[in-house]
């Protein structure tokens, strides 16, 4: 009965006219999984504060329903107001509490929106994030721009649509039930009424990359396993070398424990894919389809080998995905993936709008994706089945303190 | 390993030429839960064949992916050797088995598209149905038009989309996992290419309804609980009543086992709803927002008393969503429910383009929605949130034995 006494029996004030007894939110949040953990046992919610934002190595949730948003105001008081209000409530809904105090107060708007009641905190993440039109000149942060938070290049393939793309802020939430994630966002744009306004959103059904090692690889809308190469969260040295920002001067000294985040809406025309032969499919990726064993021979995890040739040349194509994304063909560059599969309906010719929203913290995108993207979208296999629809780059601040709000440094 | 001896271990092809380990699918798929139930737990698969069809009065699934189809032909034949294969394919992929047999072809595309190799079934059931539309002059079907197979009537407020309405045919997939579903929709269109071709599609994130008892209420994006009032699958008399059809003559002789499935994209202004009191959203409701409880007082799963006056009048306003929905105010009219929560991104203006994709099974519709419909659409106090922008009406034809094909008595 913790959320209760967290809180209060807030008394039920619907019915009361009719002597009906107290029933409030309290008991329907008491459910929520919020409580520690049990030794041993996964975690069921995350902590807001720490030395990096959550949301970002740990462990990869089910869903996500991630927004862009634009700043209304001009006014930067208002802004960093908005950023302590997010950072309250987004503490208390990861803890799987509702998403303000006051809920049933019977003249008022609930504070929380009330679709999640009752359902347990779903190990629920929610990462901010800034974007570089957010350092122009409304809110003196101009001399706050990174270098690192460029414009990215137009890529070969790419079909970007400005409404799917960029943002001031973004917010990822991530969670075991999709209704938990939708919550979160929908709060937060609630919480932000005239001062953001949501540019754009996206929902995310199945992840496509895990950062644990006791998981199944799940798997993309083309079928085969993807993120077999992903950084994990054990991985420390690697975190610090390709996650974690390595502040250098006065423009990203605020980025401390941060990270870049890379956001592609990938489509995939998988009514042509699916029309393709195994061999084929599996020429392209570089993989088995079954196993997403490397086409050089092995398991899932042994390392794939460019240079064992066959009958024909190489066993795995030099212009197959996992040649062109592996760290040999990137200046030993690795990605912490954090992508989720999508269909959005259909589109106007009968085909499943369908495809993978691609996240990737990177510690400077500079050196850690545009490099191999570029090399992808003209060499890749993959490229003729996939088209870029949206793109976004956003600086992601580190942790903060319990008191602190989210992106403080960046305001000091 | 029955994944396996059921269908052969299909061997490892891919990595073959480098003297790989032959691993096939059949081990991929050997992890799912396609076996017999324990004794006394739930079960974990569905089974295609039946009096019914699945998918109606089976436990609701937590997610949906629904399909409505144009059949591109004009040839009954090739019309009833797509129902044939989509019957195979569905009584395969409910099983928790891929949807066609040939998958480790190298010189052939897989018969299945991959992303759920490895997925247990996740209770997943498909459901068919017919629209109005299939009973023109292509399929010599005319005269097998139920009259209750009717045009739904222009309601007050609707503002339905042609792109989000109708279609021949149509295909619930409901699962626990989403990806589950969305792999049987994706199958079922493949194997349908040049036959049919997708018309819309609509995914939902969270079910409305439950048809048993022993499951909490689930919470629309109102913020309350939905389908309180939910005919149960064990209540046998009130299904035989209000869901199954009653054929009556030559026209719907072939529905008996059958229903039909009403379903409406009701879009929430979502924003303007949080923006209302308490009050006021629980007098619209006619029930507490934390409970459900009616606001004549108990609990949940009480009956609403419409008579109790308070100081202002009747405590449950007679303009209330649960007085004008209820039984009483609809000829003693009950409905079974599966309705889902939808989020498909945000509108241009930013805001969650959100709502409840309504499904509802019925005896008939002339007197099982419309006019239910046509009083909430003029009167109901929840009107000024709603939006409908798709709506279609499907003949659900009743269950088949093995060896039948879905709907084969329409063609018999």
Redesign the interface.
């Given at each position: 009965m913790s959320g209760v006494s967290r809180r209060g029996l807030l008394g039920?004030?619907?019915?009361a006219?009719?002597?009906?007894?107290a029933?409030?939110?309290g008991?329907?949040w008491a459910a929520q999984g919020s409580e520690p953990d049990d030794a041993g046992s996964a975690p069921t919610t995350f902590d807001l504060y720490g030395e990096h934002q959550s949301g970002i190595v740990t462990p990869v949730q089910d869903?996500l329903?991630f927004?862009a948003f634009?700043v209304l105001t001009d006014d930067r008081e208002s802004l960093v107001a908005l950023l302590q209000a997010w950072t309250v409530a987004a503490a208390e809904m990861m803890a799987g509490r509702p998403a303000g105090p006051d809920?049933?107060?019977?003249?008022?708007?609930?504070d929380?929106?009330?679709?999640?009641?009752?359902l347990p905190s779903s190990r629920l993440t929610i990462t901010f994030g800034f974007g570089r039109s957010l350092f122009d000149d409304r809110f003196g942060l101009a001399d706050r721009l990174p270098e690192a938070l460029v414009e990215l290049p137009h890529f070969p393939g790419d079909n970007l649509d400005p409404?799917r793309s960029d943002g001031d802020l973004c917010v990822q939430a991530c969670a075991d039930?999709?209704?938990v994630a939708?919550h979160a966002v929908?709060n937060l744009?609630?919480i932000g009424?005239g001062t953001v306004?949501?540019?754009?959103?996206?929902?995310g059904?199945?992840k496509t990359s895990t950062t644990t090692r006791d998981e199944?690889t799940p798997?993309?809308?083309?079928?085969?396993k993807d993120g077999t190469m992903n950084l994990k969260s054990d991985e420390q040295s690697d975190l610090d070398e390709h996650v974690w920002v390595e502040p250098s001067d006065d423009r990203d000294a605020w980025l401390a424990g941060g990270s870049y985040l890379v956001a592609r809406r990938i489509n995939m025309t998988?009514?042509i894919w699916?029309?393709?032969?195994?061999?084929s499919?599996?020429g392209d990726i570089g993989?088995?389809?079954?196993?997403g064993?490397?086409?050089?021979?092995?398991?899932e995890h042994d390392d794939p080998d460019f240079e064992?040739a066959?009958?024909d040349g190489p066993?795995i194509d030099p212009a197959s995905h996992v040649a062109l994304a592996h760290p040999t063909a990137n200046n030993g560059v690795r990605l912490l993936r954090r992508g989720y599969?999508f269909?959005?309906?259909?589109t106007?010719?009968?085909?499943?709008d369908?495809g993978l929203f691609f996240l990737a913290y990177v510690t400077d995108p500079r050196s850690h994706y545009i490099p191999m993207q570029t090399q992808l979208a003209s060499k890749d296999r993959l490229q003729e089945y996939l088209q870029h629809t949206g793109s976004a780059l956003f600086a992601i601040p580190g942790g903060i303190a319990p008191g602190e709000h989210v992106g403080q440094a960046l305001f000091a």
């Amino acid at each position: 009965m913790s959320g209760v006494s967290r809180r209060g029996l807030l008394g039920g004030i619907g019915a009361a006219g009719a002597g009906a007894a107290a029933i409030g939110f309290g008991a329907g949040w008491a459910a929520q999984g919020s409580e520690p953990d049990d030794a041993g046992s996964a975690p069921t919610t995350f902590d807001l504060y720490g030395e990096h934002q959550s949301g970002i190595v740990t462990p990869v949730q089910d869903r996500l329903h991630f927004a862009a948003f634009d700043v209304l105001t001009d006014d930067r008081e208002s802004l960093v107001a908005l950023l302590q209000a997010w950072t309250v409530a987004a503490a208390e809904m990861m803890a799987g509490r509702p998403a303000g105090p006051d809920i049933s107060s019977y003249n008022a708007p609930p504070d929380d929106t009330g679709e999640a009641i009752g359902l347990p905190s779903s190990r629920l993440t929610i990462t901010f994030g800034f974007g570089r039109s957010l350092f122009d000149d409304r809110f003196g942060l101009a001399d706050r721009l990174p270098e690192a938070l460029v414009e990215l290049p137009h890529f070969p393939g790419d079909n970007l649509d400005p409404a799917r793309s960029d943002g001031d802020l973004c917010v990822q939430a991530c969670a075991d039930d999709p209704q938990v994630a939708v919550h979160a966002v929908r709060n937060l744009a609630r919480i932000g009424f005239g001062t953001v306004g949501v540019r754009w959103s996206q929902l995310g059904f199945g992840k496509t990359s895990t950062t644990t090692r006791d998981e199944q690889t799940p798997r993309n809308l083309m079928g085969f396993k993807d993120g077999t190469m992903n950084l994990k969260s054990d991985e420390q040295s690697d975190l610090d070398e390709h996650v974690w920002v390595e502040p250098s001067d006065d423009r990203d000294a605020w980025l401390a424990g941060g990270s870049y985040l890379v956001a592609r809406r990938i489509n995939m025309t998988i009514e042509i894919w699916d029309r393709q032969t195994l061999q084929s499919q599996e020429g392209d990726i570089g993989r088995t389809k079954a196993e997403g064993a490397p086409l050089s021979g092995g398991t899932e995890h042994d390392d794939p080998d460019f240079e064992l040739a066959g009958r024909d040349g190489p066993l795995i194509d030099p212009a197959s995905h996992v040649a062109l994304a592996h760290p040999t063909a990137n200046n030993g560059v690795r990605l912490l993936r954090r992508g989720y599969n999508f269909v959005d309906g259909s589109t106007e010719i009968g085909r499943l709008d369908a495809g993978l929203f691609f996240l990737a913290y990177v510690t400077d995108p500079r050196s850690h994706y545009i490099p191999m993207q570029t090399q992808l979208a003209s060499k890749d296999r993959l490229q003729e089945y996939l088209q870029h629809t949206g793109s976004a780059l956003f600086a992601i601040p580190g942790g903060i303190a319990p008191g602190e709000h989210v992106g403080q440094a960046l305001f000091a």
